[in-house]
């Protein structure tokens, strides 16, 4: 499957994902869908400065990258789907007809209103009730920051064991 990963990380382009995932699943490109930065050059410049030269990136709005899901899956380049919230992953799951199978909580960190369910997770009640419908869709939803790291079901990081 040519996307490795389908990943919710509030800081999208980073260290972690480029050489953290980037590396051990070499990837070849990030689809980075957020309809703020798919319109503002400026942020995609930025975006485009933590990523080496050998790695394409390009920049969708939700819409887009939903029609564009099925050609990109069968692609052959070896890429990840970055998105930074759960509703933006949310809106691509149900705009692209439930072509995601799979999605890596990597970061969801704290904000107003968030409570912590990993050290690297916190959620409101209305995050926690889309990856709930999510998975009740089908989708198998794990938190995991690191390749290394075990993946952790949604049930153990709504529960509260994820850490433990």
Known sequence: MPIELYRIDDRLIHGQVV??????LD??????VDDEVAASEWEQELYRMGVPPEMDVHFLDV?????????????????IVLVGSVATMAALVADSGNTVPTINLGGVHHAAGRTQRMR?????????????ALAS??????????????PIPLEQVLDGRGDG
């Open 137 to 150: 869709r089908g989708v198998t939803i794990t938190a995991q920051d690191v390749p290394a790291a075990r």
């Open 63 to 79: 819409a887009t990258a939903a029609a564009q899901l099925p050609a990109l899956q069968r692609d052959l380049a070896r890429s």
């Open 120 to 132: 690297y997770v916190f959620l409101t009640d209305d995050e926690e009730q889309q990856l709930r």
């Open 27 to 32: 990837l070849q490109r990030i689809i980075l």
């Open 19 to 24: 050489v953290g995932w980037g590396q051990p």
